[in-house]
């Protein structure tokens, strides 16, 4: 009660923050008079000279008032569109490093220009990150019309870019990408041989865009560059046999953690079935050291039967296994599961298996983000992940007000006693809005679902769009057409579709379809027809109250309910919002639905009646809260655990940039060279010791084995007065001598290349099999808390011996690797142009046609006299003839070869 009258008398701390920018809002309106009358030059011009002042040292903060009025009259002029001053407050929250929640059809593409604008005057790198390559290629090229007009540049970075193409797209001041391919490419870059070959130029400012989306729902899953291992395709495809013939009682299945494993019975039964196919060897059990990789992979073929639905979590298309991303509902084209569960799902369904695959770098996208000097985020729901992000990435998240009040109408949850009975209840609301003209999006959570609800229209006589995975080319027109009078679309997910429904339907499509189907039409009169028709439909849809969005189903996160809403609505419009629950739905059912049952069946609820209540609200949203806060805890328990890595990754990966950037690539050969030296010394030659307890013998077959060298260390050893140090000292001026006659003869030049290269590779090798460590590390590392131990301390202290070892092994085998380079003799050089030489002829006779193949072609015509063995009778064949000899080869290759 207090509570609620201290927020009516001084506002909430959201109010406080909204009101706290308006003044400078006032500032950027003051301006917007002198940016009008610049003409389209001095726009140009008003941004080189804010680009001096913040090179010259100006804060952006100052700037900031001349830059976005500078920046909404370069909008106005480019696309027509005058930011409304709820837009500039969203971009003054986002350059100030907050998450700017707005709701769906407040113009987010249109805010990011403004703080983009405003950082990219520094000259450092502006990224604005989408959810999929078809935004970041529309957004680049629609906001890039502003860019332009203020005299800035834009690019487009997408998969399978050329890598010209790629540099030119990060060299641009605003640069839009998707999340993966940032992360990807960032990791690409670290595997670069040259500072030339990368494409990223640093990390200043970032904002995302659908920020719930990428920095939360995406978070779970790490970036992988892998390259394959060895082929197991008999073995995935053996255990897939045996799972069939599980009972219930041989495994468990918990969905609310989304695991299955195997009961002590399903272990014996696994264990007779693996005995009698010979995967597992006579006398060796589940149990044994030596099972662990069947294990592995039969626990992940129990998880692909049991966890994994066909038209749920994936879907099968042209003899491949494509994932289907939950929340958006789109397909995850090239995206794979690791830890062999992909090949797994691959053995199931019967497709082709692709080998697994070896990790050669990862990075997860919270640790991603966090490299950029700056963040800031858009979406229209954040409000419930607020925590999350303030924790992880320091965001805080800003509600800002819409342009017009929102008009739409929630209305209670519908629950239902059994799923029969809410779909008879979902076909009677549809009839009953499509029957007065209501345009109607119907959310469902998974394809298998839509494609029912699909079929069920279809018998009811109903006409329908169904928007999912498998209409994912269609997706554009499917969405533009959803806001027509009576209009029905069933939609999977609608997160992050990056478009708006709009009543009546879209303009622009309708022109452009017109315009197909009539190429010869005049486009002018066309749009003026189309324009009145559009007029009278949206006022039809007005009149039936606007966009009705009818969910089948709560999900998980209250963030995709909520998304779901928000596309009705939009800037003002009416509009209305209702779901249908059963308690056998998944959430009702793994997450408490007896007591509601119980509650229900004392009720005495007739069939087909439903339970509409404000408490069932609030206690779904409780679950909702529930199963968010348990993915908030996963995903800051993987965070943790990346913490460790990324510390790691960032010492590794400055080391390699370091190693390409420096022309002193010998200090660092030497450095690593001298370091081993006293690690073999300190090994075979203990600190306070005495000379006869020393290991001479040993030192001296690790010197050849290491340095390449053979040193009289016994005679030294013998010497009067030579210690430890002195043995040290003696070894490296002897190595010093012999790697700087290397360089002699190599050249000072090309030993720099050599030596740059060695480490490089070295770094990368070392690297790949770290990461394979850890992985191994990370997934055995549980089990210590059965011990009493804390396994993220164990994981700590292990991966940190980890990275000592890395680096002990990457000093030797650098070292190793440059004592045993030497120039090429004279002879040896010979040998190796003769091989080539013999391997091109090989290449060459290959595909040149045999014997028999030349006799079925044209008869050549010879001189008289030609005699086909003695090549004097010959003539003068031209260098590309046939040769006379009748080989099939050609006179240059053959008789005539120089």
Not at 59 to 68: Q, R, T, V
Not at 148 to 162: E, F, H, K, N, S
Not at 547 to 565: G, K, P, Y
Request: hydrophobic share 35%; net charge negative; aromatic share 6%.
């Amino acid at each position: 009660m207090i509570g609620n009258l201290a927020k009516m008398v001084f506002g909430t701390p959201n109010d406080r923050k909204v009101k706290s920018v308006r003044p400078l809002v006032a500032r950027v309106n003051a301006l917007e008079d002198e940016a009008k009358a610049r003409t389209d030059d001095q726009l140009i011009e008003a941004t080189r000279a804010l680009q001096a002042r913040a090179k010259g040292g100006e804060s952006l903060d100052a700037l900031l008032p001349e830059a976005f009025a500078n920046c909404r009259e370069g909008a106005r002029r480019a696309l027509g569109l005058r930011a409304f001053d709820v837009q500039l407050m969203g971009g003054i929250f986002l350059h100030q490093g907050n998450i700017a929640e707005m709701k769906t059809g407040e113009g987010k593409t249109l805010v990011a220009t403004f703080p983009a604008y405003l950082n990219a005057l520094t000259g450092k790198p502006v990224h604005v990150v989408t959810v999929n390559d078809y935004l970041a290629k529309r957004d680049a090229e629609w906001m890039g019309k502003v860019f332009a007009q203020l005299g800035m540049t834009t690019g487009a970075v997408y998969p399978y870019q050329p890598e010209a193409e790629k540099r030119a797209a990060y060299q641009a001041d605003v640069t839009y990408s998707t999340n993966n391919e940032l992360g990807f490419d960032y990791l690409r870059d670290n595997m670069k041989g040259s500072i030339e070959e990368m494409v990223q130029r640093g990390h200043y400012f970032a904002i995302v865009d659908e920020v719930d989306s990428i920095l939360i729902d995406e978070a779970r899953t790490p970036l992988i560059i892998s390259g394959p291992s060895q082929d197991r395709s008999e073995l995935y495809r053996t255990l897939d046999g045996f799972i069939p013939k599980l009972s219930a009682e041989d495994f468990k299945l918990d969905e609310k953690t989304r695991n299955a494993t195997f009961t002590e019975e399903g272990n014996e039964r696994m264990e007779q079935l693996l005995t009698a196919a010979r995967i597992l060897p006579e006398g060796q059990t589940l149990y044994d050291p030596e099972s662990t990789t069947i294990v592995h992979h039969a626990n992940q073929a129990l998880r692909a039967h049991k966890l994994f639905q066909k038209d749920q979590q994936y879907i099968v298309r042209d003899d491949e296994i494509v994932l289907i991303d939950e929340f958006t509902g789109r397909m995850m084209k090239g995206r794979r599961l690791s830890d062999g569960l992909h090949q797994a799902i691959e053995a199931k369904e019967g497709v082709s298996i692709q080998p697994e695959n070896v990790t050669l770098a990862s990075v997860t996208f919270q640790n991603y983000f966090r490299l950029y000097d700056r963040l800031g985020g858009m979406t229209g729901t954040a409000a419930t992940e607020a925590e999350e992000f303030a924790e992880i990435y320091k965001l805080g998240v800003v509600e800002i007000p819409t342009n017009r009040p929102v008009q739409r109408i929630d209305e209670h949850d519908r629950v239902y006693r059994t799923a029969g009975e809410k779909y008879a209840a979902v076909i009677e609301a549809i009839q009953e809005g499509h029957a007065k003209g209501q345009p109607i999006l119907v959310g469902t959570t998974s394809i298998e679902k839509s494609e029912m609800l699909s079929q069920m229209l279809t018998q009811a006589g109903i006409a329908h769009n169904v928007l999912n995975a498998r209409q994912h080319e269609a997706e554009a027109q499917i969405v533009a057409d959803a806001g027509k009078p009576g209009a029905v679309t069933i939609a999977t997910n609608m997160a992050g579709r990056g478009t708006d429904i709009q009543l009546g339907g879209n303009v622009e499509m309708k022109v452009m379809e017109a315009l197909r189907a009539d190429p010869e039409a005049h486009p002018d009169q066309l749009r003026e027809r189309i324009e009145a028709e559009h007029a009278s439909d949206k006022q039809n849809v007005l009149d039936s109250g606007g966009l009705f969005v009818l969910a089948t189903e709560r999900h998980e996160s209250r963030r995709i309910d909520n998304q779901l809403r928000g596309r009705s609505g939009r800037q003002g419009d009416p509009g209305r919002s209702l779901f249908f629950l059963s308690l056998e739905d998944d959430l009702m059912r793994i997450f408490g639905s007896e007591r509601l049952d119980s509650v229900l069946s004392k009720l005495g609820m007739k069939e087909g009646e439903a339970i509409i209540h404000p408490w069932v609200n609030k206690s779904l949203e409780r679950a909702q809260a529930k199963v968010e806060g348990r993915n908030f805890d996963i995903r800051k328990q993987l965070l943790k655990f990346d913490d460790v890595m990324n510390d790691q990754r960032k010492a590794v990966f400055g080391q390699r940039r370091e190693i390409m950037e420096t022309d002193e690539v010998e200090e660092i050969a030497a450095d690593m060279r001298h370091q081993l030296i006293d690690d073999l010394v300190e090994e075979y030659l203990p600190a306070k010791s005495y000379a006869d307890q020393w290991d001479v013998d040993g030192l001296t077959k690790a010197t050849r084995e290491k340095l390449n060298m053979n040193l009289p260390i016994a005679e030294w050893a013998d010497e009067e007065g030579v210690d430890q140090e002195a043995m040290a000292e003696r070894i490296e001026q002897a190595t010093d001598t012999y790697m700087a006659e290397k360089t002699a003869a190599f050249g000072p030049e090309n030993m720099r290349q050599i030596e740059k290269q060695v480490l490089l590779q070295m770094i990368d090798g070392k690297w790949r099999e770290h990461l394979v460590t850890l992985e191994h590390l990370r997934s055995v590392v549980g089990f210590r808390g059965y011990a009493q131990r804390d396994p993220l301390s164990e994981y700590k202290t292990e991966a940190f011996q980890l990275f000592e070892t890395l680096l002990d092994g990457l000093r030797g085998d650098v070292t190793q690797r440059l004592a045993q380079i030497r120039p090429l003799t004279d002879e040896e050089r010979q040998d190796m142009l003769r091989q080539m030489a013999e391997q091109q002829r090989a290449t060459q006779e290959s595909a040149t046609p045999s014997h028999e193949e030349a006799e079925g072609g044209e008869a050549t015509a010879h001189a008289p006299g030609f005699v086909e063995s003695d090549p004097t009778t010959w003539g003068n064949p031209g260098r590309n003839d046939a040769c006379p000899c009748g080989s099939g080869k050609k006179f240059k290759h053959c008789h005539g070869a120089l």
